[in-house]
């Protein structure tokens, strides 16, 4: 398979990789004039912003400002663990109470 090769700053770069590069501009150009939440994920919950934007990140290069949702996105994620598993404990502590006076007038 013969892959076509471009000049850039004097190396070599294989042709389909510097399209990669030219499509990452274009996504965080894109991305840095839309207004905040312009990028539409699964906006009901935070996991696809956890599953989508760590794979475009990759696919960019990691740029510093999606890195830095990706980042923000995790921290959302474990806040968001964090508050289910509080709520789930007070659920737990109180069946717990009731089911100890269940029954019983006073």
């Known amino acids: 398979m013969h892959r076509e090769l471009s000049m850039n700053n004097n190396e070599q770069i294989p042709k389909d990789d510097s399209d990669v590069k030219l499509g990452a ?3 965080c150009s894109y991305l840095r004039e839309q207004e905040a939440g312009a ?11 956890v599953v989508a934007l760590p794979q475009i990140s990759r696919s960019c290069g990691w740029p510093r400002g999606l890195t830095f949702v990706c980042v923000r996105g995790y921290f959302a994620l474990f806040v968001n663990l964090v508050l289910q598993g509080w709520l ?8 717990m109470v009731f089911d100890k006076y269940s ?3 006073f």
Request: proline content about 0%; aromatic content about 8%; charged content about 20%.
């Open 103 to 105: 029954g019983k007038m």
């Open 25 to 27: 501009a274009k996504l």
């Open 88 to 95: 789930i404990y007070l659920i737990r502590m109180e069946s």
């Open 39 to 49: 990028l539409h994920v699964e906006t009901g919950s935070v996991y696809g912003v």
